[in-house]
């Protein structure tokens, strides 16, 4: 046997020397959720070390994240006042603005993204508008995602995220910051997001739990592969910037098709039911945190994610700078 795959595993100088993926922190988003009327940080404690941040105190976690030499932060809004149409997310004054100026005056050189959605926004949970019989209006919910976007890209964001998986999103968020002036911000798009039972922790740390129905109109069945390429080449056509697949875990063959199919880059969602799941095992002392997180997370590389929103993302930047 002339081939001996184990000389190149003996000891940890080959490993390192014939790695064909790395996670770098740089390529890390940490995801933000700010409420409107709090003084204090909350837990949420369906997700343990993830906070509700009060919009005057989220710098704290901006420099958290810089230090940590994350590639960005993902902000979620919770506002105090919330209606059919989801008015607050383009408040000038809004939870989002106002936490989008206090990193950029604290931390101006971290990259802000804004997820532009209207589930957190609305009284009664979903991602736009409803018609009288409980759907989602498609066309009328971009118009209000044009309003929302500009006013992000105002506040000083320097990238849109929409995730409402509206048909059409994109190419009304482009014309819209164009029209605006903001024609270097990018677009990263929720391409294939999917109606995923992993969201539940996400839904108390976001307050965004649907009152009545679900979201199974128009987010993406868990049981559909190739549809996701038909979304990816969409998104493409209207100018995104950046496309994901969200969640990660049980998506990662999806992660692989659209890295196949754009030369864009991808990102992925590691969602809030997947953190959750391992801090809730860790406790327990059924695993090791650390190793599991970091070998999640490259997965997610090895399955060919440039992006990675993790809620882990301040732990694990700092687990890869001490085996450095």
């Not at 003996?10 to 390192?16: E, P, Q, S």
């Not at 802000?112 to 019989?133: K, M, N, Q, S, W």
């Not at 006013?151 to 849109?160: P, R, T």
Request: glycine content about 8%; some cysteine; overall charge negative.
């Amino acid at each position: 046997m002339r081939y001996r795959p184990r000389r190149l595993r003996r000891n940890r100088a080959i490993r390192a020397m014939v790695r064909e993926h790395r996670l770098r922190p740089e390529d890390l988003i940490q995801p933000l959720f700010v409420k409107e009327g709090e003084t204090v940080p909350r837990a949420v404690p369906s997700m343990p070390g993830v906070f509700q941040l009060p919009p005057d105190q989220v710098a704290e976690a901006g420099r958290q994240a810089r230090d940590a030499g994350l590639g960005g932060v993902i902000l979620f809004g919770i506002p105090a006042d919330k209606d059919a149409e989801g008015t607050e997310a383009w408040n000038a004054e809004g939870v989002v603005q106002q936490a989008i100026r206090a990193l950029k005056e604290a931390v101006p050189e971290l990259y802000v993204i804004v997820d532009a959605c209207f589930c957190e926004y609305t009284d009664h949970g979903h991602c736009g508008i409803l018609r009288p019989d409980g759907v989602v209006d498609n066309d009328a919910t971009l118009d209000n995602l044009q309003r929302a976007v500009v006013s992000y890209a105002e506040a000083g964001a320097d990238m849109v995220a929409p995730s409402g998986m509206m048909d059409g999103m994109v190419d009304a968020i482009r014309c819209a910051l164009d029209e605006a002036g903001h024609v270097e911000i990018p677009i990263m798009a929720y391409t294939a997001k999917y109606a995923s039972a992993y969201y539940g922790p996400f839904r108390d740390a976001a307050e965004s739990a649907p009152a009545e129905g679900d979201r199974r109109g128009y987010q993406m069945d868990p049981a559909n592969g190739r549809e996701a390429l038909r979304e990816v080449e969409l998104d493409e056509a209207e100018g995104a910037d950046v496309v994901m697949v969200k969640p990660g875990l049980a998506f990662m063959d999806v992660v692989y098709r659209l890295r196949e199919a754009t030369e864009l880059p991808v990102a992925v969602y590691n969602v809030s039911g997947e953190y959750s799941m391992i801090k809730a095992a860790a406790e327990r002392g059924w695993i090791d945190e650390r190793e599991v997180v970091l070998e999640t997370l490259t997965g997610f590389k090895r399955a060919g994610a440039d992006l990675i929103l993790t809620y882990h993302a301040v732990d694990a930047a700092h687990w890869l700078r001490a085996a450095d």
